[in-house]
């Protein structure tokens, strides 16, 4: 199975702040990486496919990148309702599998 | 508009066995993937696997963790993606969810809760 390890596992941060969260895999899964944010009592939602690519309707402050093994989700400056737990998640092979997550806070 | 609809979930008892259905409207259910996720309490999300549509083969994968217990099925006539879950142990209580599609999972449900306790 692929190992997804995110970093870091939380972190405190202010509106207008830029946030950047690490995701990397145990193995090349190329560019077959998706991005979710998470709020309490909610299920998750998809912000980003193919490790960059913005799914419909997620605001362009969202951004990610990477391929192979490393790959980052960068919030180019935070809003208050983007304070959440994230998740990265590999679907080159399956089991698909998911990162431990990185909850946002207020600082 | 899509949506998905879990429901099914409850308390059961070690041992036994649930059913859970996802009921979906909104897209052509028989040209998509289904898939099944779950949340235990804290915890990040866990595939259980997924179901390729009817076209390509109507064949399902599934996690090692749930692989011999579990079973996904779907009633394309219906719009109906079912988790049968058998032998269910304490460590199988989430949240589940089933999904449209397997890889880019855009659409979730709302989830339904199964609590396995005596």
């Known amino acids: 199975d692929i190992q997804m390890t995110q970093s870091p596992s939380s972190l405190s941060a202010s509106v207008g702040d830029r946030v950047t969260i690490t995701c990397r895999a145990s193995?090349?899964?190329?560019?077959?990486l998706n991005w979710y944010q998470q709020k309490s009592g909610q299920a998750p939602k998809f912000l980003i496919y193919g490790a960059s690519i913005l799914q419909s309707g997620v605001p362009s402050r969202f951004s990610g990148s990477g391929s192979g093994t490393d790959f980052t989700l960068t919030i180019s400056s935070l809003q208050p309702e983007d304070f959440a737990t994230y998740y990265c998640?590999?679907?080159?092979?399956?089991?698909?599998?998911f990162g431990g997550g990185t909850k946002v806070d207020f600082k | 508009e899509v949506q998905l609809v879990e429901s099914g979930g409850g308390l059961v008892q070690p041992g036994r066995s649930l059913r859970l259905s996802c009921r979906t409207s909104?897209?052509?259910?028989?040209?998509?993937?289904m898939s099944w996720f779950r949340q235990a309490p804290g915890k990040g999300p866990e595939w259980l696997g997924f179901?390729?549509?009817?076209?390509?083969?109507?064949?399902?994968e599934y996690a090692a963790s749930v692989e011999r217990r579990f079973t996904i099925s779907r009633d394309d006539s219906k719009s109906i993606a079912y988790l049968q879950m058998n032998s269910l142990k304490s460590e199988d209580t989430a949240i589940y969810y089933c999904?449209?599609?397997?890889?880019?999972?855009?659409?979730w449900g709302q989830g339904t809760l199964v609590t396995v306790s005596s």
């Open positions: 179901i390729r549509s009817t076209p390509y083969g109507g064949t399902a």
């Open positions: 193995q090349s899964i190329s560019g077959y």
């Open positions: 909104g897209f052509t259910f028989g040209d998509f993937a």
């Open positions: 999904t449209r599609d397997h890889k880019r999972t855009v659409y």
């Open positions: 998640q590999q679907t080159y092979s399956t089991p698909l599998t």
